[in-house]
């Protein structure tokens, strides 16, 4: 492990071996891992099996680093579902007794195969984690630190049946800013949220009309607006129960939360997402004792007035994000080097390898990442990442 050190007494270290990528952010009172973990001979084995070998891995690491599971993503073909969450139960056994914490699934198949794609996990050391439940059903974890309440909501559904996708979505945020205010947080609090649609083509824009509605009414955007969006991904992926949509957020709140920089970030290549009815912001940078953590919000080859280009050209797609989210993270004085996670999106199975190629010649390692089969909001557009960078504030 790499380690380093930055202004404060903080300390990072980046780790890489055999499908297993990390990087342990250290600071007084918090230790965070964001770690992500691919099947390492995923075509020769079963769902089950890839998902013994990455669980094995991370509950090794957790014991190792002494910690606890606050917010994880799982993605993966739906028909793997069963699967490889009893293989998950069955490898974190004790650590999930401890200190519980849910899981998302999303359905994000590997481009090229059925089973498990990898897993995004997101854990601390040092303070005492609360799981967060709603009507018997763990759906979250909080943890406090610095005078600050961090809340991490994972797989929150968009319930399916007759009302239509709008009411599950209606419903979802509904039941978000519930568990918000029940955590000691409003939904101005949001920092980032993860936001994945069944079918996101056929009701795109009718998600986006139900969520400008709710943030209207909750501050966050209209006459009232306090002037702060979260960071967002918004991307296919079908929910097992046959749900419309399922979500995750991280909210920061508290007296704490005045003594960190939590700042909208611009992008200088691109127009802001709510200028044409997507109620996002670019990126989000939160800054803690000489750390920052930017949240890269779903980023696509779409220019400065809001248009994709590079049409029909996954090549020219690929460079076209990838050059968004350089411009981004350059303004907090970071790169594409300084990626924790990542999740790369491809349209077609057949651009995997170009787009994986084209992703390691800008420094961002495939490694760091778990790559899926997904469509993008736009019909046109062939590819997506979204990430999250940590590095010393600039």
């Known amino acids: 492990m790499a380690r380093c050190s930055v202004s404060g007494g903080a300390s990072m270290a980046r780790y890489r071996q055999?499908?297993?990528?990390?990087?342990?952010?250290?600071?007084?009172?918090?230790?965070?891992?964001?770690?992500?973990?691919?099947?390492?001979?995923?075509?020769?084995?079963?769902?089950?099996?890839?998902?013994?070998?990455?669980?094995?891995?991370?509950?090794?690491?957790?014991?190792?680093?002494?910690?606890?599971?606050?917010?994880?993503?799982?993605?993966?073909?739906?028909?793997?579902?069963?699967?490889?969450?009893?293989?998950?139960e069955t490898a974190l056994g004790d650590a999930l007794e401890a200190g519980p914490w849910p899981a998302a699934w999303i359905e994000g198949a590997p481009p090229?195969?059925?089973?498990?794609?990898?897993?995004?996990?997101?854990?601390?050391?040092?303070?005492?984690?609360?799981?967060?439940?709603?009507?018997?059903?763990?759906?979250g974890v909080a943890f406090d630190h610095a005078a600050a309440r961090h809340v991490y909501l994972t797989g929150l559904p968009a319930p399916g049946g007759a009302a239509g996708p709008a009411e599950g979505a209606r419903r979802m945020f509904a039941q978000a800013n519930r568990l918000l205010q029940e955590a000691g947080?409003?939904?101005?609090?949001?920092?980032?949220?993860?936001?994945?649609?069944?079918?996101?083509?056929?009701?795109?824009?009718?998600?986006?009309?139900?969520?400008?509605?709710?943030?209207?009414?909750?501050g966050l955007m209209?006459?009232?607006?306090?002037?702060?969006?979260?960071?967002?991904?918004?991307?296919?992926?079908?929910?097992?129960?046959?749900?419309?949509?399922?979500?995750?957020?991280?909210?920061?709140?508290?007296?704490?939360?005045?003594?960190?920089?939590?700042?909208?970030?611009?992008?200088?290549?691109?127009?802001?997402?709510?200028?044409?009815?997507?109620?996002?912001?670019?990126?989000?940078?939160?800054?803690?004792?000489?750390?920052?953590?930017?949240?890269?919000?779903?980023?696509?080859?779409?220019?400065?007035?809001?248009?994709?280009?590079?049409?029909?050209?996954?090549?020219?797609?690929?460079?076209r994000t990838l050059a968004n989210i350089h411009a981004l993270l350059a303004t907090r004085g970071l790169g594409l080097a300084d990626v924790a996670q990542a999740t790369v999106f491809v349209k077609q199975a057949a651009d995997a390898a170009q787009a994986a190629s084209l992703l390691a010649e800008h420094g961002l390692a495939v490694a760091d990442g778990v790559v899926v089969r997904a469509d993008v909001c736009r019909p046109e557009l062939l590819f997506e990442v979204d990430a999250t960078a940590v590095g010393a504030v600039s």
Request: aromatic share 8%; charged share 20%.
């Open 222 to 319: 209209g006459p009232r607006s306090v002037g702060w969006l979260p960071a967002s991904t918004g991307i296919e992926g079908r929910p097992p129960a046959e749900a419309y949509a399922g979500m995750d957020l991280y909210a920061l709140a508290g007296p704490g939360r005045g003594e960190m920089t939590v700042e909208r970030v611009h992008n200088p290549l691109q127009n802001e997402a709510d200028c044409y009815g997507s109620a996002f912001a670019r990126g989000v940078a939160v800054g803690c004792g000489g750390i920052q953590t930017v949240y890269v919000s779903g980023t696509a080859s779409i220019d400065e007035a809001g248009h994709s280009v590079h049409l029909g050209d996954v090549e020219g797609q690929v460079r």
């Open 112 to 139: 090229e195969r059925e089973g498990l794609a990898g897993v995004h996990l997101y854990a601390v050391g040092g303070p005492q984690c609360t799981p967060l439940t709603d009507q018997g059903r763990l759906c």
């Open 18 to 88: 055999g499908g297993l990528a990390a990087i342990e952010v250290s600071r007084a009172g918090l230790r965070e891992h964001y770690v992500t973990c691919v099947p390492r001979d995923a075509v020769q084995q079963d769902a089950a099996t890839q998902a013994r070998e990455v669980y094995g891995r991370l509950a090794e690491w957790l014991q190792e680093h002494g910690a606890a599971g606050v917010q994880e993503r799982i993605f993966g073909s739906l028909r793997a579902h069963e699967a490889v969450l009893a293989a998950r």
């Open 185 to 218: 947080c409003a939904y101005t609090d949001v920092v980032r949220t993860w936001i994945y649609l069944r079918d996101i083509l056929d009701w795109y824009d009718e998600f986006n009309r139900v969520r400008s509605t709710a943030y209207a009414e909750w």
